[in-house]
């Protein structure tokens, strides 16, 4: 059994997702090594004395090279915070917009996220997928730290290293990382808690990540390599499987790139909602998957015709089948969409493509490279219901034959 099948069979909404830097990348957010890049060129602009945050930097000693232009500033009266607040490349953390890769991780059955970036892109991707905020947890909130350990709080973005719209409390040099991750804290403590008590995902880090590798020592530390429950997606480590397995117990999930390529990363993590819902009996030969009951209460009558006359000025009735057939199976591989559209319903592929492009297009589905997502509009459940018999009838066909 591979990785991606063993994730599938313990992920529950227990697990804690640590999402890195990497994830995001696509956005446009800065890597680390950049971001040192802009606020080394913010202390140049005041004369500051770079050479040993340049031997730092040099060596990808990102943290120490942090440190010593942090140094640097403070002669000049400046503080990291004014960095972020001053320097015009750092807007890009309150106005980058999520991707692709924003929409799968929060399709993935947990709200338990742990994240070191400052952006935000989960935020807002929350907001529009679920129509509300997700609680965000700051560094220093004890009480509610004490409610993620004690279980009472499970949806929640933790963000310790800080965030933009608190500049002041941004970590990112030696001594307030030392600060929050090694010396004895609230912080601390619950990270300590989570890592011992939960499945722990890594998505966006790197291996010389030191959040990374501080995780995978404190748990070597405490446990045997067999006990530990902990899964990174790395890019390009397919050497280092069997070591990481093996010494650390940590499972080391591959994916190829190079420089800011991460569409395998996509296909990965579209495989393992694949298999997370296959094991929820979501798969298409389970014909229950949605009844009338449960998407009748959520209807609104006429919301899908208004939509497509507005997209299109006239209603196709291959859309409908598109639209009814993703949302009824709640996301669909878009290979299956084809099947249906070219075996079932007799239309050409070349047709079936150009329609699944235009909903994409304006907005009706949401896509990565091989699977399709439904907009969470009443008017994708009334789609659903819409064709319902029809894909019934489908199900039976390949059921039979």
């Given at each position: 059994m591979g990785f991606i099948e063993q994730l599938a069979q313990e992920f529950d909404q227990d697990t804690v997702l640590f999402i890195g830097s990497g994830a995001s990348l696509p956005a446009g957010l800065p890597s680390w090594g950049k971001l040192i890049d802009w606020l080394r060129d913010y202390a140049n602009k005041f004369n500051s004395n770079l050479e040993v945050a340049d031997t730092y930097i040099k060596s990808e000693d990102h943290v120490e090279a942090a440190s010593?232009?942090?140094?640097?500033?403070?002669?000049?009266?400046?503080?990291?915070?004014?960095?972020?607040?001053?320097?015009?490349?750092?807007?890009?953390?309150?106005s980058a917009q999520p991707c692709?890769?924003?929409?799968?991780?929060l399709n993935l059955p947990t709200n338990s996220i742990i994240t070191p970036n400052y952006d935000l892109l989960i935020e807002k991707e929350f907001l529009k997928k679920n129509g509300s905020d997700i609680r965000v947890v700051l560094q220093n909130e004890p009480n509610?730290?004490?409610?993620?350990?004690?279980?009472?709080l499970k949806d929640f973005l933790y963000k310790y290293h800080g965030c933009i719209t608190k500049p002041k409390n941004i970590v990112l040099?030696?001594?307030d990382y030392n600060k929050i991750i090694h010396k004895p804290s609230p912080d601390t403590e619950c990270l300590k808690n989570l890592i011992q008590s939960k499945t722990f995902v890594f998505i966006g880090a790197g291996l010389k990540d030191p959040d990374f590798n501080h995780i995978r020592n404190y748990l070597i530390q405490i446990n045997q390599p067999q006990n530990i429950e902990f899964w990174a997606f790395m890019r390009n480590c397919h050497a280092e499987v069997d070591f990481y397995q093996h010494k650390y117990g940590t499972n080391l999930i591959n994916y190829e790139g190079e420089n800011t390529d991460h569409s395998d990363l996509l296909n990965k993590l579209s495989e393992l909602l694949k298999k997370i819902n296959e094991l929820d009996k979501k798969k298409l030969s389970d014909v229950d998957i949605a009844t009338r009951q449960d998407i009748e209460p959520?209807?609104?009558e006429g919301d899908?015709?208004?939509?497509?006359?507005?997209?299109?000025?006239?209603i196709l009735p291959v859309d409908e089948q598109i639209l009814g057939f993703v949302a009824f199976f709640d996301g669909i591989e878009r290979a299956e969409?084809?099947?249906?559209?070219v075996g079932f319903k007799k239309t050409t592929i070349e047709v079936t493509k150009n329609r699944i492009t235009y909903l994409i297009n304006h907005n009706l589905i949401k896509t990565t490279e091989h699977y399709l997502l439904p907009m969470r509009e009443s008017f994708s459940v009334e789609a659903a219901e819409l064709i319902e018999e029809d894909i019934m009838v489908f199900l039976a066909g390949r059921e039979n034959g």
């Open positions: 010593a232009l942090t140094m640097e500033l403070e002669k000049q009266d400046k503080m990291l915070s004014d960095f972020f607040i001053e320097y015009p490349e750092c807007k890009i953390f309150e692709e890769i924003h929409n799968l991780l509610t730290l004490n409610e993620i350990n004690r279980g009472r040099n030696d001594e959520t209807k609104q899908l015709r208004q939509t497509l006359v507005s997209a299109n000025e006239k969409c084809e099947n249906y559209m």
